[in-house]
């Protein structure tokens, strides 16, 4: 028996076989995205609670299994610009 990791507990180091490969690249580009749209991006994954995620922040959401395309999908709603900035 294995706990399968959240998007927010895989490394790039860690390739373990529970591990699917769609996964990094979802939380990659959801990483990449954040690091765009915001100059301090960590900062504001661990500091910033969202309404829409249950007043969790985004490492929060991530670690207890939202899908980083959800929580994209979140923060464009709160910020309709946020497609903007980041291409």
Excluded at 22 to 33: H, Q
Excluded at 39 to 50: L, Q, S
Excluded at 65 to 86: A, Q, T
């Amino acid at each position: 028996f294995f706990k399968q990791k959240t998007a927010y507990e895989i490394k790039e180091c860690d390739w373990s076989s529970d591990v699917c490969s769609s996964d990094l690249v979802r939380i990659s580009e959801f990483w990449y995205r954040l690091n765009q749209v915001y100059p301090n991006a960590e900062t504001f994954a661990k500091d910033v609670h969202i309404t829409e995620l249950g007043s969790m922040t985004i490492e929060g959401a991530l670690a207890t299994g939202f899908e980083p395309d959800e929580i994209w999908k979140i923060l464009v709603r709160r910020d309709p610009e946020i497609d903007n900035r980041w291409k």
